[in-house]
């Protein structure tokens, strides 16, 4: 059973574009939400993380959009650049055990100039 | 600081026989984990250590073991490799969850073919 369902599962975006990845989540007890990403070659490093008792988080262009009561959340990459293109994966845990972390499947991203 | 390095970064077995991936950080990080990684299943969580002489299983543990001797090494072991083992592998480390924000630090992964 997918905990943590992502998508789409690919995605291409032209430079300049926004780039939207969305991801739903069953278990209500998860109240940590971290993006990673990975490029080809590499292992996945933290982007981006939010906690529920905010409706959004922006880190420069990068930003997660969080709707508690959907069980929804979606990262927004706005000026999207081809240095962006990777493979994202959200993921969720309990604030009690943030080290447990459910991954989505991955979006791989290609930003094309 | 070199972080979390996993050797090999390569390998490929025949079915049926064993090995150790080695994954060790320098960052004293109390918590390490393995993770396999998968087209279109993302990363699923095989075992961790919240401490030295402490594992757990996460969910795909069959097939698997870990041990942890010290605070820097969590090997993980096939005994009797099979073919639904071929994957990519990932070795992570955190802080204590009682002190950080949750940030996992991975390694750059070892690729294991099994035929």
């Known amino acids: 059973q997918q905990q943590v369902k992502q998508s789409p599962q690919s995605l291409i975006v032209q430079k300049g574009g926004i780039s939207i990845i969305n991801c739903a989540y069953e278990?209500?007890?998860?109240?940590?939400f971290p993006w990673y990403q990975q490029f080809p070659g590499k292992g996945p490093a933290l982007l981006i993380a939010?906690?529920?008792?905010?409706s959004e988080k922006k880190e420069g262009r990068f930003t997660i959009s969080f709707n508690k009561s959907a069980k929804q959340f979606s990262l927004h990459i706005m000026d999207s650049q081809p240095g962006d293109s990777a493979t994202y994966f959200c993921a969720a845990a309990s604030l009690y055990n943030t080290d447990k972390l459910i991954f989505g499947t991955g979006t791989r991203l290609q930003v094309f100039p | 600081n070199a972080g979390v390095t996993q050797t090999p970064k390569f390998q490929v077995l025949k079915t049926g026989q064993s090995m150790t991936l080695q994954c060790a950080q320098d960052?004293?990080?109390?918590?390490m984990s393995w993770y396999r990684q998968d087209p279109g299943m993302g990363l699923r969580l095989i075992h961790y250590s919240v401490g030295a002489g402490i594992t757990d299983q996460g969910e795909v543990p069959n097939g698997y073991n870990v041990s942890r001797s010290t605070t820097e090494d969590f090997p993980l072991r096939l005994l009797s490799a099979a073919p639904s083992q071929t994957s990519v592998y990932f070795c992570?480390?955190?802080?204590?969850?009682?002190?950080?924000?949750?940030?996992?630090?991975f390694g750059e992964g070892s690729r294991l073919t099994v035929l």
């Open positions: 960052m004293n990080h109390e918590y």
């Open positions: 992570a480390s955190s802080y204590s969850r009682r002190e950080h924000t949750g940030e996992l630090f």
């Open positions: 278990n209500t007890a998860f109240d940590y």
């Open positions: 939010i906690r529920p008792d905010v």
